[in-house]
């Protein structure tokens, strides 16, 4: 958590009307927009004129949280979110802990400006850019980090039902349906207040999981047709081309969830989803891991990502086949 020092200077901060932004990552999950809009519907409350921006659309899947359509999705409308970002008062960072994670061409707009910028995230290894920091890679979700920065602001009357339901979003996409290892005491009793608040558990599983295209659909056989098992690695991984995604008419956030599939063998121990977007020339690479096989240090050090010991990503600038050959590869030389 932030020093009481700092957390007394922001609520002086914000005893008065503000500008104030809010930025999560870029391909925004369901942890980003969650902390995202959790922050700005209980700002708001206060008086304060908030503005979320992601740095491209969200997910089609996440249309539904309240205020979600009034986001501004920076590569699509800069002329507008630029200005704004130039004219806050205060920028909070959310679920992101370096200014890379938000894409080439909004970091650099970040990296010029001179507003005071707040960050709430739970990755490893964060960059100093902020003014005031709240990184802790305990938490299983950042979310679950924003309902905390709100209680240590005294600001606990402002969790509404608008507020509890982003955060709960965040906290059961984050820890996998409170299956992950970061799932403590402290998040059941989180959630506990969350549905207390009005959060409608169920609906949310529905509105999350039980709400696939037929297409989507098709794209999850295909991609499962598509898995690979290496035994000798106790590993797995599976892939999907351009072709593969322009078969199924792809969607934003249609592939989300499907690299956990590999893990589910028996006797797997890591997997990875090798993902083809010829338009970006990448291959965006998911990774996932049970045990002590750090997925983080793996994606960092051969696949420009990062993330948790357990869940992580990166990306290829190789073809998709060169980029599965790498991880085969590397999986063969980091078991001799």
Not at 42 to 48: I, K, P, V, W
Not at 274 to 303: C, M, W, Y
Not at 304 to 318: E, V
């Given at each position: 958590?932030?020093?009481?020092?700092?957390?007394?200077?922001?609520?002086?901060?914000?005893?008065?009307?503000?500008?104030?932004?809010?930025v999560?990552?870029?391909?925004?999950?369901?942890d980003?927009m969650?902390?995202?809009?959790?922050v700005?519907?209980?700002?708001?409350?206060?008086?304060?004129?908030i503005t979320?921006?992601?740095?491209?659309?969200h997910?089609?899947?996440?249309?539904?949280l309240?205020?979600?359509?009034?986001?501004?999705?920076?590569?699509?409308?800069?002329?507008?979110?630029i200005?704004?970002?130039?004219?806050?008062?205060?920028?909070?960072?959310?679920?992101?802990?370096?200014?890379?994670?938000?894409?080439?061409?909004?970091?650099?707009?970040l990296?010029?400006?001179?507003?005071?910028?707040?960050?709430?995230?739970?990755?490893?290894?964060?960059?100093?850019?902020?003014?005031y920091?709240?990184?802790d890679?305990?938490?299983?979700?950042?979310c679950?980090?924003?309902?905390?920065?709100?209680?240590?602001?005294g600001?606990?009357?402002?969790?509404?039902?608008?507020?509890?339901?982003?955060?709960?979003?965040?906290i059961?996409?984050?820890?996998?349906?409170f299956?992950f290892p970061?799932?403590?005491?402290?998040?059941?009793?989180?959630?506990?207040?969350?549905i207390?608040?009005g959060?409608?558990n169920?609906?949310?599983?529905?509105?999350?999981?039980?709400?696939?295209s037929y297409?989507?659909l098709?794209?999850?056989?295909?991609?499962?047709?598509?898995?690979?098992i290496?035994?000798?690695?106790?590993?797995?991984?599976?892939?999907?081309?351009?072709?593969?995604?322009?078969?199924?008419?792809?969607?934003?956030?249609?592939t989300?969830g499907?690299?956990?599939?590999?893990?589910?063998i028996?006797?797997?121990h890591v997997?990875?989803?090798?993902?083809?977007?010829?338009?970006?020339?990448?291959?965006?690479?998911?990774?996932?891991?049970?045990?002590?096989?750090?997925?983080?240090?793996?994606?960092?050090?051969?696949?420009?990502?990062?993330?948790?010991?357990?869940?992580?990503g990166?990306?290829?600038?190789?073809?998709?086949q060169?980029?599965?050959?790498?991880?085969?590869?590397?999986?063969?030389?980091?078991?001799?």
């Amino acid at each position: 958590m932030l020093s009481i020092p700092e957390i007394n200077e922001l609520k002086l901060f914000l005893e008065s009307p503000k500008n104030i932004s809010i930025v999560c990552h870029r391909n925004p999950d369901g942890d980003a927009m969650g902390s995202s809009l959790a922050v700005q519907h209980a700002l708001e409350q206060l008086g304060h004129t908030i503005t979320c921006i992601t740095p491209n659309e969200h997910p089609n899947f996440l249309a539904w949280l309240p205020k979600a359509d009034a986001a501004i999705a920076f590569e699509r409308e800069s002329e507008k979110a630029i200005p704004i970002l130039e004219n806050s008062d205060l920028i909070f960072t959310l679920d992101f802990n370096a200014l890379h994670r938000t894409g080439e061409i909004m970091q650099k707009t970040l990296e010029q400006l001179t507003v005071p910028m707040i960050m709430i995230d739970h990755h490893q290894l964060p960059d100093p850019y902020a003014k005031y920091t709240f990184s802790d890679v305990n938490y299983g979700s950042t979310c679950e980090m924003v309902y905390d920065f709100i209680n240590a602001l005294g600001y606990n009357h402002l969790i509404n039902k608008d507020v509890a339901t982003c955060i709960y979003t965040g906290i059961l996409t984050d820890t996998g349906g409170f299956r992950f290892p970061k799932t403590t005491p402290e998040t059941h009793r989180c959630v506990a207040e969350l549905i207390e608040r009005g959060v409608n558990n169920s609906e949310i599983y529905n509105l999350l999981y039980d709400n696939s295209s037929y297409n989507r659909l098709q794209l999850l056989g295909r991609a499962l047709q598509n898995l690979k098992i290496l035994p000798e690695y106790n590993a797995s991984y599976i892939a999907l081309s351009q072709e593969d995604l322009d078969t199924f008419h792809y969607e934003k956030g249609d592939t989300e969830g499907i690299v956990n599939y590999g893990l589910t063998i028996k006797g797997v121990h890591v997997t990875a989803i090798f993902i083809e977007n010829k338009e970006e020339g990448i291959v965006k690479i998911s990774f996932r891991s049970q045990g002590d096989f750090d997925v983080n240090q793996f994606a960092r050090t051969h696949f420009n990502g990062g993330g948790h010991i357990n869940a992580a990503g990166g990306k290829s600038f190789s073809s998709l086949q060169e980029t599965i050959n790498q991880f085969i590869a590397i999986l063969a030389q980091e078991n001799n």
